[in-house]
């Protein structure tokens, strides 16, 4: 979720405004309660939603992952009828139950949806859906082009002295998913099938990594605008990125490039769900079946600098904004998904029968020791 | 309010009789005047702040579900266990407490002579524009002013463009401890210059000339008649300058290092990661009891003698 880091301060030093309900209003239809990162009910698309469907839409803005899942749950579950839950919050909502199962087969759009995003393991447990897929990114690598020469193809550019003093990862407890998926590469000994789901010892190899690694970084970056600031003002000159960054970078001119190295890379994926208390179960699949088409994808896409699931959006985006299909990754053959492990949270659940991985408090931990 | 209630003042025709009633049995009954005229600032005291504290020091008993994130409304010391056996939280608490220390002291040697050439060297006229540059940066966003540090302090910044200008290395202290003592040093500086010069201004001239008659030479008398008045202006200011550092967590985000984390970044994460609203209150005792302990150092120096 780009946005999120960035608005998680800004929510602290001002209250979220609920986004005003846009003009129709047509009391037949019902309405629906939205929480959603700031940009996602975006007017553009809304009204025109409100027009057809007759359903009016409130949105609240959450700051944070953590605050989504609380709002979710206030006022016993029933004050809000859809969430749009990124990787690292939606295991939590499933097995809080404070969602409900969704039938793919009423979103008419679904079939055209990446075969990455029709049943991804942060919104699908055991084959049941809980919520349709939205829009993701990946963690890119960044790099100064003029200062990182050769170009960099791997990870292993964050964990070498090379650049010593001159790197900037975030400043997140997801970025431990990070080293995990470098040492799946780099010691196969430890047996790490994925990022998300390390037992003690496999934790303590990222971690560790993490902790050689402290000594080379400038910044742990809090706001996308710290990374950008670091890149323009050459304390940093590479490290873990967004696509924001690297946009917002190139239009100020600034000599970067941002890749998926040789060893894939971790990426976010947003889910909208139906919270289980629904009473506008009608107006929420029809909010679900509306944001799936290729225009409205599109649409976000552009708006928020992210890629849409819909296969189909890809031609209307390069209308929107020449090149744009591309530049997000929006037509990547399925190849390019086998190399992005998307958020979910840590769970103590190792998905093999065995119990006794790190769950996400025991990240969040591990995270605050390191920063110390 | 309290001033309509006063009998001395000039009142409506109609409303004279009730008002000098009232304010009759006010005069009579003393406590009543007094109870009438508190009880709304402590009530709100009451409610809005001590409240929250009680609030905090509760929920800092209980704990969180590691995966719901709900809160076990459960009494257990597991939070303070945590936090006393936690290395990383001793580092935490001793890193805030030091450099607010060490911000506090900056501030005192920096603000002591310009309060000092405010109060009693100044004319009126340099006083007045003293005054108001001090408190010219107050008028701008505490943000605006931090960011402007970044500029200042980043590898391209104006400190290394002029560093080179003059020939010398370069400065590494962009994103690093030392820059959040600077910027600290700077943001609260004004907290610190007034009420040190509000007690410089109060010596009277006299005791100076009566230092000076009995022969003691400049030095001895800043020694030992202007510091030990000023003494207690020194700490109401160190007051602020403490307690700000001690509860601040946006200078560390923005301007620290990769060891930076003050004990509000760690509540911060805390809540905001791990929902874990306990944890974060139980550490949040932690400045409260170190600011309590100060205030009692500080009220042996004398600093609330002239309140």
Known sequence: MTKKRMWALVATLAVTLAFPAAGVSKAHGGTLNLIAWEGYTYKQWVNPFEKQSGCTVHSKFAGSSDEMVTLMRSGGGSQYDMVSASGDASLRLIYGHDVQAVDPSKIPDFKNFGKAFQSPPNNTVDGKHYGISLQWGPNTLLYNTKVVKPAPTSWSAIYSPKYKGKVTV???????????????????????????ELNST??????????????????????????????????????????????????????????????????????????????????????????????????????????????????????????????????????????????????????????????????????????? | ?????????????????????????????????????????????????????????????????????????????????????????????????????????????????????????????TRAVLFVLVLLPLWASYLARVYAWRLILNSDGILNWSLHKAGLPSANVAYTNTAMWIVFSYIWLPFMILPVYASLERIPHSYIEASRDLGAKGFRTLRTVILPLALPGVVAGSIFTFSLTLGDYITPVLIGGTSSQFIGNVVYDAVNQSSNLPFGAAFAVVPVLVMGVYLVLARRLGAFDAL
């Open chain 1, 170 to 196: 975030p400043d997140n407890p997801i970025q431990i998913a990070d080293a995990a998926l470098y040492l799946m590469k780099h010691s196969p000994s430890l047996k790490i099938t994925d990022p998300y």
């Open chain 1, 202 to 372: 496999q934790f303590k190899a990222a971690t560790d990594l993490l902790r050689k690694q402290k000594p080379l970084i400038k910044k742990y970056w809090a706001l996308a605008s710290d990374e950008i600031d670091l890149f323009k003002n050459g304390d940093a000159v590479i490290g873990a990125s967004w696509p924001y960054q690297t946009n917002t970078l190139k239009a100020d001119k600034a000599p970067v490039k941002d890749i998926v190295p040789s060893e894939g890379a971790t990426g976010w994926l947003d889910t909208w769900m139906v919270s289980a208390h629904t009473k506008n179960l009608d107006c929420a699949y029809k909010w679900l079946a509306y944001i799936s088409t290729p225009k409205v994808q599109a649409e976000q896409a552009i708006y928020f600098g992210e890629t849409p699931v819909n296969s189909k959006a890809c031609p209307i985006m390069d209308k929107l904004s020449k090149g744009s299909c591309a530049q997000y990754h929006a037509n990547a053959p399925l190849e390019y998904f086998k190399q992005i492990h998307f958020w979910k949270t840590p769970i103590a659940d190792c998905g093999n029968g065995k119990k006794n991985c790190m769950d996400y408090t025991k990240w969040q931990q591990a995270w605050t020791q390191l920063k110390g």
């Open chain 2, 1 to 125: 309010m309290a001033a309509g209630l006063d009998p001395a003042q000039g009142l409506e025709e109609g409303r004279r009789g009730a008002r000098r009633r009232l304010g009759g049995a006010l005069w009579r009954r003393r406590w009543l005047k007094g109870f009438s005229l508190l009880a709304p600032p402590v009530l709100a005291f009451l409610v809005v702040y001590v409240a929250a504290l009680v609030a905090l020091f509760i929920s800092s008993f209980w704990t969180v579900d590691p995966f719901t994130s709900e809160t076990i409304h459960h009494w257990t010391l597991d939070n303070f266990r945590e936090l006393w056996h936690g290395a990383t939280y001793h580092r935490v608490a001793l890193r805030t407490v030091e450099i607010a220390a060490l911000v506090t002291l900056t501030d005192a040697l920096i603000a002591f002579p310009f309060a000092y050439f405010m109060a009693r060297v100044a004319s009126r006229r």
